[in-house]
């Protein structure tokens, strides 16, 4: 016999007042979003496997939750990520809507795991695709979008953690020729910070783990290590981007980390905030793959429980006691000035009972 | 090979503006209630299978759509309704928070069959429940939080179908006595209004089923007919319930329908929507069950997917193509001030390509 309120490993509740609170920043950011054109999709919370699987890199595929459907007589997957749905659908029946198409989503999606870094299974996640261009202008754009949608849910102390998933293969095919068994190998010792284990034609690439650090300096770093320019237009590319985030981020380069970004391209970036553990958010671009070809396409994640979970915008609650009997009309009133009314439903109900911070006295609200 | 847009039956995804229609509904609904004090909870997407099968009455216990949870080496099941879960994290998590408890919620529920008159699997349902009383000024609390939450929504021309879910009951410990294995024989028939089926004891049922039809004639036949006085109460607490809606929804009463009410207890109800297809919504009186006992409570579950099929809150949009180059800081400005811009990132875009009303001309919004 389980307790009744034991929940899976993994899943939880959000009781009041952190539900509302979770909900309150998803329409801010949407808002915000819906304000630079981002308008919704809202994708099916379970598809075929093998389709869903189709469009995941293998490593994320192995994460799927699946169930069998008595209807379909299939094997169905939750979605464990919304990205990859909203590129089905700008791929399939938005495929004839003019580009660049900007949407946004919101919704939870399910992993089959578990991990010590992040022990929920079930993640309220809220994105921004821009789809069809991953451009300077885009990929700025879309920073900037991920930048307000924060703000607008009240996230303070912003920091961009940007980096460049295809440095290794771009430098590889250019002035610092790798065999193609080393590009594996070079890019997860560069990932972990591994100078020793960089060795033989991998040598070359150890001033890239100095890169790493605060933006400007970072740049510099790179220009000065990336003698035949093959880096130029990325770097130019990241500082058009830095330039127009101004002050409104702390922006740093980690110019090999990849853990996460294996199917981005040009680039990546991560999004930390003051007091919050672990990243609250990502993005950057990369490829759609459509029946003809492929498109490009940039967007961002962000996380709302780790958020929620540092204390978002648990705004201060401001509840009005109408004692029974009182006046209907009186308390409509105040609903309609913004007030939170909480009626009396019984002679013994109270203001304390009720964990109001008023009560209604004649026609006007009294402080406890 | 699947085709990578088909999805299972039963599951859609949502384009825009619907998509942004549908989340617009849920937060102007829930806002409405938080006005009255109801706060909100978001139960786990998935539970344990058989914890989430005995809060279920067995006919919905069968409509789980299970999975088996690798982590746990048990069976989950996706929730197939809301109602029961806020029913459980009132029974415990918030088994001490002062009553009544006023909740709300919302999210994504998924059924294992689609039917003929409902063929989505996966239904976003929005809802309230107020748990402590079942009192008539408790329903009638509830049912104007219904109709508020609609009508924020923009929904127009209510009708709340009330019925008496445990009329049979009442009568048959009563006035109408029925042997135990007749009751049943008699709710179904009622139910399926099949005069013909009533015979023997059960004849003298045979007017409940002209008691159904406009509210007022309708409690005024069951007055008559119920000369015991057995169902008083319950018709002086529809009538002040009824009273209390005023003109706000046109109102009637079914007194023996039973679909879908089968957990309800004294007060049952439908609510339907001028121009929407099958009812929008129900709710009504029911009981928790907890370690020790049972607690009343009541509430309303809301259906928002018929509503936005309908046509509902698709707003006219009003976007603002921004040209490529042209001051970043008068885009900022108009945002503030309500507009939606849509910036050029390639000299090729245009408002007529990003489906814009208006184009910005030096610093002003033209209409096009």
């Known amino acids: 016999m389980i307790p009744s309120g034991l929940l899976p490993t993994g899943f939880r509740d959000r009781l009041p007042p952190h539900a509302d609170a979770a909900a309150a920043a998803v329409g801010r950011m949407l808002e915000a979003a819906f304000a630079h ?70 919704g939870q999606v399910v992993k089959l795991r578990a991990s010590q870094l992040r022990p929920e299974r079930e993640l309220l996640q809220v994105g921004c695709e821009l789809v069809g261009l991953d451009s300077v202008a885009a990929a700025r754009e879309v920073v900037a979008v991920a930048i307000e949608a924060l703000e607008a849910a009240g996230v303070r102390g ?16 250019g002035p610092l ?11 997860a010792r560069l990932d972990a910070k591994d100078a020793g284990g960089l060795d033989g034609a991998g040598a070359a690439y150890l001033p890239l783990i100095e890169a790493a650090g605060p933006f400007a300096a970072a740049v510099e770093r790179l220009r000065a290590f990336d003698s035949a320019a093959v880096l130029a237009s990325r770097l130019d590319g990241l500082e058009a981007i830095a330039a127009s985030i101004g002050g409104r981020a702390t ?6 980390e990849r853990h996460g970004f294996e199917y981005q391209s040009w680039l990546g970036f991560s999004i930390f905030a003051d007091g919050v553990a672990g990243e609250i958010g990502r993005g950057g671009s990369y490829m759609i793959v459509r029946d003809s070809g492929e498109e490009p396409a940039v967007g961002f994640s962000l996380y709302i429980d780790p958020l929620v979970d540092a204390g978002l915008a648990a705004a201060p609650r401001r509840r009005l006691f109408v004692p029974l009997g009182a006046d209907a009309r009186v308390a409509e009133r105040l609903r309609a000035e913004g007030w939170v009314t909480v009626c009396g439903l019984t002679p013994e109900d109270s203001a304390e009972r009720q964990i109001c911070t008023h009560v209604l006295v004649g026609d006007r609200p009294q402080p406890l």
Do not use: C, N, W
């Not at 922006?251 to 090999?256: A, E, I, V, Y």
């Open 37 to 106: 054109g981002y308008e919704r999709v809202s994708p099916a919370l379970a598809e075929f496997a093998d389709g869903l699987a189709g469009r995941l890199k293998a490593a994320r595929a192995q994460d799927l939750m699946r169930m069998t459907d008595p209807a379909s007589q299939r094997t169905l997957a939750l979605r464990p990520d919304l990205t990859a749905q909203v590129g089905r659908i700008a791929a399939t029946r938005m495929a004839h809507h003019p580009r660049p198409l900007r949407l946004s989503y919101a």
């Open 158 to 173: 912003l920091t961009i953690d940007f980096t460049l998933p295809d440095l290794v293969d771009t430098l590889a095919a």
């Open 177 to 187: 020729p790798l065999a193609e068994d080393e590009v594996e190998a070079v890019r």
């Open 251 to 256: 922006l740093t380069l980690d110019p090999t």
